[in-house]
């Protein structure tokens, strides 16, 4: 945080939501590179790190899908037997 005490400021909040390692690199007191290719870099490094981040979640919902799938399918089983 910059030497304000212990409020935040929206914009920081904002800046830690979108990233919050640079938040972070901000408040120990390293200023961003001014230059337009290292913020190109970023977007782009960020943009990609969304998209892992979308298929990570589609992931986890197809292995949720299919663990409840396999979980059916064995007390299905395990009741056909009982009969």
């Known amino acids: ?9 929206a914009s ?5 939501v979108y990233c ?6 901000r408040a120990d ?8 290719g290292r913020r190109a870099e970023g977007v782009t490094w960020h943009l990609a790190h969304g998209r892992e981040v979308a ?3 589609q992931l986890r919902l197809i292995a949720r899908v299919a663990f409840l799938l396999a979980l ?4 299905l089983l395990l009741a ?3 009969r």
Request: hydrophobic content about 35%; aromatic content about 10%; proline content about 3%.
């Open 1 to 9: 945080m910059s030497g304000r005490g212990k409020y935040l400021r």
């Open 12 to 16: 920081e909040v904002a800046e830690y």
């Open 20 to 25: 919050a390692r640079a938040w972070r690199l």
């Open 29 to 36: 007191g390293h200023e961003p590179a001014s230059g337009q």
């Open 55 to 57: 298929r990570a979640r």
């Open 72 to 75: 059916v399918a064995g007390l």
């Open 80 to 82: 056909s037997q009982w």
